[in-house]
């Protein structure tokens, strides 16, 4: 059993983990993954979520399958050689899951229901605080995962199709689960700081906390 952190220490060091052990893992893990996902905030309190716990190997493999052949989106040139290296990083650990997704034990896809928003930024605030929530959990419980959205972007209709998913319900989010391979570290997670993406009242005014001695 991983040892119990911190609300801001699994924050902080939350990273997306693509390299995974195949080995199973308990039912009762995926159980509280889920269990936190259920707790996030979700418009009206309608929890319009469901989840789809897959272990099936020839379901994963058709979805591994799917979601290799999947174009990955271009992403702007890095600004600077450590950008570049993390980068380059993050790449070969996508290709690396994209190759490897079938042998991860537990794949939970994330779904909801359609509410009438009219877009899907409304629809999708009430799926991936829930998402959210499972990464963070899993963190905690000592799992890896990554959220990614290549089924809804690559094969949604097909996925909805093999897994009878119903018309009037999106899939949101793929989560890979299983134990981090052997020397794979979580965090901690590199952002830009709080104080280039924040301003003050209004839009382009720099903010920054008064009340501290720092
Ligand atoms: C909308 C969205 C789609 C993503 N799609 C993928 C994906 O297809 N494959 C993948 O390996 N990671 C995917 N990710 C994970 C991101 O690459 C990851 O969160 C980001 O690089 C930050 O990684 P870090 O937390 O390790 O710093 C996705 C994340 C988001 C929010």
Redesign the pocket.
Known sequence: MAKEIGLFEAMYT???L?YIKPDPIPDELVRKVLDAGIRAPNGGNTQRWSFLVIKDPETKKWIAERYAMTP?PEHPPAVDRRMARTMAR?DA??LH?SQHLHEVPVLILACVQHDGSPGDISRGASIYPAVQNMLLAARGLGLAS?????PRRGFEKEIKELLGIPDNVDTAALLPLGYPAEGVQYGP??RRPVEEVTYGEKWGQAWAPTDTDS
């Open positions: 939350q990273r997306a693509r990955v993050n650990a996508a899951l990554v959220l990614t959205t290549r997670t590199r």
